[in-house]
């Protein structure tokens, strides 16, 4: 077996940081070429480390990682783009981390997905622009789309038959839109009126800026929130941390 | 027990130490035969400092800084500017204010930083208390010094939404190259700051 190189490059996005020791950080990356990824950075949490700024969470950067014994090491790391304008306002910041958890729970570590990097990579840009929850909205989608769990949206999920234009169950378990005669085999869902059912055919065919642009009343975008945050919770069997802040943030918004 | 086994209180010594952050199995058994063979006075003043640190330490009931009387000495001087708080997230940042000999006013130890992904909300911080502060009358500033991470930012933009319709004046400290450091390794979001808040020579 040819022996592996010792070193090797990255272009990432850093997910999350956890303090190892005195000054050390372990983080997690998502990176182009490799996929998730843990490596220790090592006394980047000193002031004088080089290295600190540009491996900050919610960083996209340019990575040297050496190969350790259990973990790798950042031996170089030089910003891409540190997403100032998600950073300094805290609804931006609040999506955009959102993201990234989704992100960190659903993939496995070394699985190189550049399609979800790519859409990641969009994702955050459109919120840098000032997208909003629909590009979350959009991203969560999409994300499911390329992990395989894209919900059947165009017909009935249990029988393949046409949906009429009314409300339809949105059923996690049988995998999408049901009609009502199917109804009783769905296994619980959640109904959805026509127009979010609309709004998930348009995510499906747009990118995230043209989705954002879109104008959407405040409950219909609750609406599509809500169907969306079931179809992840049962794939992830579990709730995100991050989507508490999102809804904390929102609320102090609407108190304002 | 085995023959070969360490005397008990050994072991459990050992295995307090074990407790201890970045203190491994090996670290721990030097740390206690080191006190076996320390004099008897220097290790029941270890003794006496841990019991005193955990029995004689409380948290200041209003700024949540350490402190040995509650209220604190900062909380009860009238040599100190009490229309300013300054809020930071940890006891030691406090120390870290004061060596600067530049800052006059309050504190508000938040003991934390707002990390959505972890799950650290403001219910675990002390947030509602400094907004309790506030709404007391009597606080013309707050001084955002948490750190300048995601979620220190994070904390501050929270606190400000939060603090801002109370009708009091949220500042944060200014950010910039620290001492010491190379412009070459600087990533952009400082330098952009620090370009921007450049001042007159």
Redesign the interface.
């Known amino acids: 077996m040819a022996a592996r190189p010792r070193v090797y490059r990255a272009e990432g996005i850093v997910l999350r940081r956890r303090n190892l020791g005195e000054a050390d950080s372990i983080l997690t990356v998502f990176s182009e070429g490799e996929g998730k990824f843990e490596a220790i950075a090592r006394s980047v949490r000193k002031a004088r480390s080089r290295m600190r700024g540009h491996l900050e969470p919610l960083t996209r950067s340019r990575l040297l990682v050496a190969r350790g014994r259990n973990l790798d090491v950042f031996t170089q790391a030089e910003t891409v783009s540190a997403y100032r304008g998600v950073r300094e306002d805290l609804d931006a910041s609040a999506e955009a981390l959102y993201c990234l958890e989704l992100v960190d729970r659903f993939l496995e570590e070394r699985q190189p997905l550049p399609a979800i990097y790519a859409l990641l990579v969009a994702a955050l840009e459109a919120i840098e622009e000032g997208g909003g929850a629909s590009v979350t909205r959009h991203f969560e989608l999409r994300l499911l789309s390329l992990l395989g769990y894209e919900p059947q949206i165009d017909g009935c999920a249990v029988c393949g038959g046409r949906l009429p234009e009314e409300p339809a169950l949105l059923s996690p378990v049988t995998g999408g839109l049901v009609c009502s005669s199917c109804r009783p085999d769905a296994g619980g869902g959640r109904t959805v009126s026509v127009a979010v059912i609309k709004l998930l055919r348009f995510a499906r065919r747009v990118d995230a800026p043209a989705f954002a642009a879109l104008r959407m009343p405040p409950d219909r975008a609750r609406e599509l929130q809500a169907a969306l945050a079931e179809l992840v919770r049962y794939h992830l069997e579990r709730e995100l941390n991050a989507s508490r802040f999102v809804e904390g943030v929102g609320a102090l918004e609407r108190r304002a | 027990m085995p023959a070969t086994s360490a005397p008990e209180p050994i072991v459990r010594l050992v295995q307090e130490f074990t407790k201890l952050?970045?203190i491994g199995p090996k670290s721990a058994q030097r740390l206690a035969y080191h006190v076996l063979r320390a004099p008897e006075d220097d290790a029941l003043a270890l003794a006496r400092a841990l019991g005193d640190v955990k029995r004689r330490i409380v948290f200041c009931g209003t700024c949540f800084n350490i402190t040995e009387r509650d209220p604190c000495a900062f909380c009860t001087s009238d040599q100190r500017d009490r229309t300013l708080i300054c809020a930071v997230e940890q006891p030691l940042d406090v120390l870290v204010v004061e060596r600067t000999g530049g800052y006059r006013g309050l504190y508000h130890v938040l003991h934390g930083s707002?990390n959505?992904?972890?799950?650290v909300?403001?219910e675990q911080l002390r947030i509602g208390e400094l907004v309790q502060r506030v709404e007391a009358g009597g606080i013309a500033e707050i001084i955002m010094a948490t750190n300048p991470?995601?979620e220190g930012?994070?904390t501050s933009?929270?606190l400000?939404?939060?603090l801002?319709?109370l009708g009091v004046r949220v500042t944060r400290l200014a950010r910039g190259l620290?001492s010491?450091?190379?412009i070459e390794?600087?990533?952009?979001?400082?330098l952009?700051r620090a370009l921007e808040g450049r001042q007159d020579l």
């Not at chain 2, 390794?185 to 400082?190: E, H, I, N, Q, V």
């Open positions: 952050p970045g707002l959505p992904i972890e799950g909300g403001p991470s995601l930012e994070a933009m929270y400000q939404r939060l801002q319709p620290p010491g450091a190379d390794y600087m990533d952009d979001l400082t952009s």
